[in-house]
């Protein structure tokens, strides 16, 4: 089987959770025999090939459908929320030989792309719905179109070319990523098979690393209780709220340090962040890392080096983290939102608090702290979870089983 999976970008320095899916079950896929590649543009790119721990990463030449957009602007929708198009990745789609099945993660004008190559050589596509659709926050989703705001937009024309509004109802199957959308999704499109396809980790590579190690080089105290935040710096993650509790947090147990690692997709929202902290006067006690590698080992040592972990989202698909500092064997606090509550068991294996109450979070970070067995309890349930149902290995079987599904309906209607 040969297969492409089609993404808006594709960069280390960019990493987040459609990056890891891509690449995480590209690799076992390879693995066991298949063909793949990505193809993507360059947003935020400084090479247009790269391969990746043997996979192929081709990236083509891009541009947004505006007149009058700002150099500012455009760098940032390519961080998060832009919709270019790229008559060179269009080619590229075209060119590749005996390709069975093109595998899109991004909607937009690039889906459209990939649905177009998809019916002008007469073979399927599936789509992967990674960031929420249907379930997106308004003020959120009105955050990824702001920074085009003064521009005259022309890209209609393509998007009606390329049928960028049919790419959801055209495609052979819809995987959801977050249990809730996969129920929004097979609502609004109810004659589209929508399948819900949970994310994974790696969990033999995240169950052993160096915390120590990483306190020290980062300069935060060995006998901390360290409260761990990995996600982009964005207010959809919402690092905002530990910031702003830390004098609380703190009360319950005045050796809590905050550690917040993740790249920085919102700057404006980062230098909120530092100023909050600043303005606590609590700097010591807050350490940013903006961005570790994916493929980091220092990634992992992040997590050894936590005592509890903390995903304060407002908006959450899936929540790939979790899965990590519980294969790292922590005890996990999760805002309950979007697809988190579908796959954490509130009382079993993490607690979940409301991101829009603030006693919520600091109730739940005194159940930990009070009740250190009830914490250990909870980080060896989770632990198990992850190793037994999201191991990167179990979920791209399922998904292999789906293209090959998808293969046989196509080569039957044929």
């Known amino acids: 089987m040969r297969t492409v999976q089609l993404a808006r970008r594709f960069v280390r320095e960019d990493w987040g959770g459609t990056e890891t899916v891509i690449f995480e079950t590209s690799k076992r896929m390879m ?5 793949t590649e990505v193809l993507c543009t360059l947003a935020t790119a400084d090479k247009d090939r790269e391969v990746m721990d043997g996979l192929q990463v081709r990236r083509s030449p891009y541009f947004y459908p505006y007149i009058g957009l700002k150099e500012e602007a455009k760098r940032v929708l390519d961080k998060k929320g832009g919709s270019p198009f790229s008559f060179h990745l269009m080619r590229a789609l075209k060119q590749v030989p005996e390709l069975d099945l093109i ?7 690039i889906g459209g792309i990939g649905r177009y190559v998809a019916r ?26 702001a920074p085009a705001k003064g521009s005259l937009e022309w890209g209609k024309a393509l998007g009606w070319w390329i049928g960028a ?17 996969s129920v929004l999704t097979q609502k609004k499109l109810p004659d589209t098979r929508v399948l819900y396809l949970p994310n994974g980790a790696d969990t033999k590579r995240f169950a052993t690393g160096d915390g120590p190690a ?9 006998d901390a209780k360290v ?20 004098p609380q947090l703190r009360a319950v147990d005045d050796k809590t340090h905050l550690l917040l690692v993740g790249n920085v997709t919102n700057p404006a929202y980062h230098d909120t962040l530092v100023a909050e902290v ?14 570790i590698p994916s493929d980091s080992g220092e990634l992992v040592d992040a997590y050894h080096a936590a005592d509890v972990f903390l995903l304060p989202s407002i908006h959450e698909p899936f929540g790939i ?13 999760a805002s309950r939102v979007g697809g988190i509550p579908h796959f954490v068991e509130d009382g079993v294996d993490g607690l979940l608090f409301d991101p829009e109450e603030d006693p919520s979070l600091i109730a739940a970070f005194q159940a930990l702290t009070d009740d250190g067995a009830r914490a250990k309890g909870l980080a060896e349930m989770g632990q198990k979870k992850a190793r037994e149902e999201y191991d990167w290995d179990a979920i791209t079987g399922k998904l292999i089983g789906i293209y090959d599904e998808v293969l046989h309906e196509n080569s039957v209607c044929q």
């Open 227 to 246: 409260l761990l935040t990995v996600a982009r710096i964005d207010a959809q993650k919402n690092q905002l709220l530990p910031a702003r509790l830390l």
């Open 165 to 181: 509004r049919q790419v959801m109802s055209d495609a052979s199957a819809i995987l959801c990523v977050g249990y809730p959308e």
């Open 278 to 291: 600043a303005a606590h006067g609590l700097a010591d006690h807050v350490t940013i890392i903006p961005g």
């Open 120 to 145: 002008k050589r007469g073979i399927p596509y599936v789509m992967s719905l990674h960031g929420g659709v249907f379930d997106v926050p308004t003020h959120e989703a009105e955050s990824w179109t």
């Open 321 to 333: 983290v979790i899965l990590e500092a519980w294969s790292a064997g922590l005890p996990v606090l």
């Open 103 to 109: 595998h899109l993660h991004v909607g937009n004008r």
């Open 31 to 35: 693995a066991l025999g298949h063909e």
């Open 214 to 222: 990483f306190r020290a080089k980062h300069g935060i105290p060995q």
